[in-house]
């Protein structure tokens, strides 16, 4: 998979919790909860970040939480059911991605095995980073995003 080394600023945002499987259900989780909850709030149009909290591989399925996150300004006022974070500044592995949410596991599995593979592997949160833009063809849906996994 191509990729480029990217030095990402830090990003406060403000994040709703999904837990339980990862896959299809992340993408419901999206439609269903995240993004009318997102427009609610006058955040649409922002960079948005999903980020996995466990390791799908180590951790029971309905265990897995996942954060759907939003960009939000310094004195945005994070309000319930929202919670504040804020993601790290750092170097990462940027590939981009193409296709659909039932392809993205074996994207993230591709890439991830790669960087190990290489041995740049750094620990720190990996995540998902969409495009203020972002758009999902209705008929198909494909859409794009940027995985982005912490290097040395």
Not at 91 to 99: I, L, P, S
């Amino acid at each position: 998979m191509e990729y480029e080394i990217k030095q990402l600023p830090a990003v406060r945002v403000a994040y709703l919790r999904y837990k339980g499987p990862f896959g299809a259900a992340i993408g419901e989780f999206w439609k269903e909860v995240f993004t009318p909850w997102q427009k609610a709030f006058g955040l649409d149009n922002r960079v948005t970040y999903g980020v996995a909290q466990d390791d799908p591989s180590t951790t029971p399925a309905n265990e897995c939480r996942y954060d759907a996150c939003v960009e939000v300004a310094a004195d945005y006022p994070v309000a319930e059911p929202a919670r504040e974070a804020t993601l790290p500044a750092g170097r990462y592995a940027v590939a981009k991605f193409q296709g659909t949410g039932d392809q993205m596991p074996a994207a993230w599995g591709e890439f991830f095995g790669q960087i190990h593979a290489e041995g740049i592997f750094a620990p720190g949160l990996c995540m998902e980073r969409y495009a203020a833009d972002y758009t999902m063809d209705p008929e198909t849906g494909v859409f794009s995003a940027e995985i982005c996994i912490p290097v040395k």
